[in-house]
């Protein structure tokens, strides 16, 4: 079988069993997050924290929930590191250091996981599992929060109110993530991903001699990273590592699981504005993209010009012979259009065109799914801008979902598509002046002089502000300057967008709906979906075309 056969082979495998769950998965998560009823569990945690869960909330009160909440976790995060030292279970560890214990804590409460550091040299068990595998179920939940929110914004009518925070936050982690997570977590370590409390000893090496690993609660923080959205690896090498992801079948699995609660969503929101083929339009506007990615990512790899390529069969440095380029490719493609950056391959060792794909999938804003509740969100206030411009080109007021789409509605939405640009591009200028910052650009000319060093810091801020999280690893980001200022694009790309989100879904929330007549669009129909897929490549051309140029493309076309 050649390995283009076994790429199409896999990914045909992916979309049966991504179709598979769509429907079933999509009708629970409905339900959970709609049901009057408490779980005896719920009504504990709500005891605990001094919540009342039946409390409706405005959108000020549903905001100060999520940001009251991060900012807890973030502290919390932050100190653990700082007194990693002093904890049991550190296998040695020093404490973490204060810039870099800040990126870290930012990174994982912003659903980012951006790693500035080798997790297996740097992170005890204590760590990693009381606090970093805790933000990956807090984080993810906290996004699907806002995104159900939003939701609700479309689905209700003169009340102004969203549903009560605290509720869906218990809901999604409680009756979504958690039961998910430990079947998958079974299913790693019946495949190889290992489970343990081990600490550091020495391995045998298969060409003679020893080196040191640890072991650790693995599979349980794997599965999370995934599902979630999340990314951030237990090891250095992340989904590469064989003790994170030994064989093929792992690897289709844990795409599988960064890309079914993200899909699966947009069957909950046709449930719940009482529609399911609006679920049905968002769902191939994200496909659409995805697959044309996917095809694009396969084709540039499995180009192999040049001598080198050639004998290799295809673009194989810094891909695993477990996985090959079919598997690392479809890999990259659902890792960069979500918001998980995990990775099975090394990024920075693709293609310029593969790379550039990877760039752009991450610029989109990771809409195609996206992240677990975020991708459904910033798909929806596109879908919002898309309904404008529609609305423009005949002279009508626009209308989605029977709510108008007014100034007040339009600005929401443009500020919150105006942001990230504004912090990779503000980012990534002030790092190409300043010396220390360009030192960090490891392989590349006398202070990182080419296109490829420029990708390497335009990808380290894309991917903190997308709340992405992968890397092209040549760029040293373990750096005052780095971990200062991609903590600060992570922390302002995930929570000041959501304050636009909530502050929309408040407006429409207020609206009284409209009678749909002759001249509503019809945003059920493939029409529509092609108008959101090209507002979507158009918007994001206009602004990161410049960018790209300068890297990517110059480096492909040199």
Not at 344 to 368: P, W
């Amino acid at each position: 079988m050649s390995p283009a056969l076994a790429g199409v082979l896999q990914l045909t495998a992916l979309i049966a069993a991504l179709a598979l769950v769509y429907r079933p998965l999509g009708d629970y998560m409905a339900a959970a997050y709609s049901s009057p009823r408490h779980l005896r569990v719920e009504k504990v945690i709500y005891r605990c924290i001094g919540a009342n869960a039946d409390t409706q909330m405005r959108w000020p009160a549903y905001l100060r929930g999520v940001l009251a909440f991060s900012l807890a976790g973030m502290l919390f995060l932050y100190l653990l590191q700082r007194l990693q030292g002093n904890l049991p279970l550190s296998l040695g560890f020093a404490s973490i250091s204060p810039d870099q214990a800040f990126n870290t804590a930012a990174s994982f409460v912003a659903n980012t996981n951006w790693q500035s550091y080798s997790g297996e040299q740097a992170m005890g068990h204590v760590v990693q599992t009381a606090g970093l595998a805790v933000q990956n179920f807090v984080s993810a939940a906290t996004g699907m929060a806002v995104a159900i929110a939003l939701v609700r914004g479309f689905a209700r009518s003169r009340t102004g109110e969203l549903g009560n925070f605290w509720a869906d936050l218990v809901r999604g982690t409680i009756r979504v993530l958690i039961p998910i997570a430990v079947i998958g977590a079974l299913v790693l370590v019946a495949c190889g991903v290992i489970q343990n409390f081990a600490g550091i000893h020495d391995v045998g090496q298969f060409m003679g001699g020893t080196q040191q690993t640890n072991g650790g609660a693995v599979a349980s923080q794997e599965v999370i990273k995934e599902l979630g959205t999340n990314g951030g690896g237990y090891f250095n090498a992340n989904s590469a590592h064989p003790f994170e992801n030994p064989t093929a079948f792992t690897n289709l699995f844990e795409i599988f699981l960064i890309l079914v609660i993200p899909f699966s969503l947009t069957r909950t929101f046709g449930k719940l504005v009482g529609n399911v083929k609006q679920g049905y339009a968002i769902l191939a506007t994200m496909g659409v993209i995805w697959l044309g990615f996917t095809a694009l990512m396969m084709w540039t790899e499995f180009a192999h010009g040049g001598p080198a390529l050639q004998a290799a069969g295809a673009a194989m440095e810094g891909k695993e012979n477990r996985f090959g380029v079919g598997g690392s490719a479809i890999f990259s493609v659902a890792t960069t259009l979500t918001s998980t950056g995990a990775v099975d391959s090394f990024h920075d060792s693709y293609t310029a065109f593969g790379g550039g794909l990877q760039l752009l999938g991450m610029m989109l804003g990771e809409i195609a799914p996206g992240g677990v509740g975020s991708g459904l969100y910033g798909m929806l206030v596109m879908a919002v801008i898309a309904v404008f411009i529609a609305g423009l080109m005949v002279g009508r007021t626009p209308e989605y979902l029977g709510k108008k789409i007014g100034t007040r509605e339009i600005k929401l939405a443009a500020c919150y598509i105006l942001i990230t640009p504004t912090l990779v591009l503000g980012f990534t200028a002030a790092s190409m002046v300043l010396p220390d910052a360009l030192g960090s650009m490891l392989n590349t000319k006398a202070q990182g002089a080419g296109p490829h060093g420029f990708s390497e810091v335009l990808y380290a801020f894309t991917s903190g502000a997308n709340n992405n999280g992968s890397a092209f690893g040549g760029l040293n980001a373990n750096t005052p300057w780095y971990n200062t200022t991609i903590g600060l694009a992570m922390l302002l790309g995930r929570f000041l967008p959501m304050v636009f989100v909530l502050a929309l879904a408040g407006s429409l929330a207020e609206q009284q709906p409209v009678p749909e007549t002759a001249g509503t669009l019809r945003t059920e129909k493939p029409l529509f979906a092609g108008l959101l897929v090209g507002t979507i490549l158009i918007i994001t051309g206009l602004t990161y075309f410049p960018a790209l140029a300068l890297g990517p493309l110059a480096e492909g076309l040199s």
